[in-house]
């Protein structure tokens, strides 16, 4: 009887030390927030002109840059803090892992010829919402939680209406990471 007391604090204090790790990273969950709908809103609107071929560029562009703001704050904030938290290495291992999976799908989608890419978006929410839930798993996040369960749920909009399945990712990503990056408990 005494062990699930004992137990239940150890969670309690890896809950607490997940979210001291994880504080000082929500400015990044804001940055993507509002990259991820300019790309979605941009590739709308070249969609609406003609310009399909400009979307890949924009979102590759925005990626970059979004991934480049990441590696840079990351890297100050360790640096203030002397802390690297190994959450940290297998939160990135995991996106990294994500954002892999997205492109070749991309790529599936592009050079293979398998499935149009208006799917894309559809086909990419449910990898999306797998590695929020783990992110979810690894900070202790009732947030990350409920963003999985937005972004899978997201899907069926997306292949009911494949023509407007970038802009819905993008708004539903955006805004799931908007709150993560405002809320004070990950």
Known sequence: MEREPAAEELG???A???RRHFEPYRKLFLIWGILLPI???GSELFARIGKEGWIPALWLSLVALG???SVIASRRIQRRSGVRPALLGYHIALWLGCSG???SL?????LGDVFPLAYLPALSLPVIA???LVSGALF???GLYAASACLLTGAVPAVIFPERGSLIQAALLGIALIILGSRRNG
């Open 12 to 14: 309690r204090l890896l």
């Open 16 to 18: 607490m030390g997940a």
């Open 39 to 41: 790309a979605g809103g």
């Open 67 to 69: 991934m480049a703001i």
């Open 101 to 103: 999976c997205i492109i």
């Open 106 to 110: 991309y790529l599936i989608g592009a």
């Open 130 to 132: 797998l590695c929020a």
């Open 140 to 142: 202790r996040s009732r």
